[in-house]
């Protein structure tokens, strides 16, 4: 019996009701592979903790227990609704011991609101098997109020309806055009839903979705971008890091450090952009030599012609990397080399990608000793 099938039947044997809710639902329907899976049930969370062996209790106040099974983690939540919203952020309180039928009416969209019961007998109160099948994500109730509640949910919407492939309802849609505004919600929260559209197959789908909603120039203008003009286009761009690399080209090095993103990826980012702008093929070696030689190979199709032969140039290099020269820092100080030693390893990184086969010692030694004699290298 699968786990969360147990889980389901354990509640119901000690007299409380219990259904599979939300994403797993909506997934399983869709044929998509499914990530996490939440339970509803109406037994509090102590009698949780009570039932299961491996139980950590990470959600009490929402009334949350994981449960662990089979080396995986299940979302135990007691029957809720939420209280009134003054912060567009979260419920001031919640309120249990409310019936199935509530439950399902605090969440956001109606192909979230889809349950499944022990024996797979699917629970839909508000349309979302209809919505599922025509693809549409609608609000329950009024999308005004839904997302005057939760300023989260405008750009939940324009994310289910990216990686699934779905529509925006009309009037949900609008609700979110007539106010784009997510100020309650932190950074962080909206970054997550923007790398899920970016890390979808069709990220020029969310794009334009959150530019023609207003949701991309309220972001911006958070994060002190003033320009709001139209989205590049980045399905050509496969890696996440290419896509945030295009995005900074428009929209500058302050959009993508405010996302409060990885250092990582950042770093990647802001450097493939640096190398979309490089005008001669010494600053790109410079540049693509800040990245790993895969990361320059994977993101090749940010590229024109000229610069994607560089960077196959410079990956085909015997020496990318300073450490894979013929030559160390002490060769180099032996030839009575007394300047920026950087430099000349540029150089010498540089010379062999020209000319793969020079990677030698005594070559090596030759090109410094030339251009010691020209003066270049000072001694
Ligand atoms: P995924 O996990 O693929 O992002 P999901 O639907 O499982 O999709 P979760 O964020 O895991 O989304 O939330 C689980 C369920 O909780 C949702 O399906 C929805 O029913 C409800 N939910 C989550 N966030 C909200 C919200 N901000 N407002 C209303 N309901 C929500
Ligand atoms: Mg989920």
Redesign the pocket.
Known sequence: MKPEDEILRTLKEAGFKAYIV???VRDRLLGLEI????IATDATPEEVIELFDKTVPTGLKYGTVEVLKDGRSF?VTTFRTDGSYSDGRRPDEVRFGTSFKDDLSRRDFTVNALALDEDGKLIDYYGGLDDLKARIIRAIGSPEKRFREDGLRKWRAVRFACTKNFKIEDKTFKAITTDPGTDQISIERITAELLGILSSENPDYGFDLIFKSGLLSSLLGRLGVEESISPPELSGAKTLEARLALLTKTYGISFLEGLRLPKRTVKTARLLCELMACESEKKFNKTARKLSKSVIIDNLSLFDKEKRDWAKKLAQSPAFERKELAVDGNDLLALGLTGKLSDVFEDLLDYVTEHPGQNTKPALRNFILEKRENGTYIT
């Open positions: 939300g994403g797993a990530k996490d899976i939440d979302q």
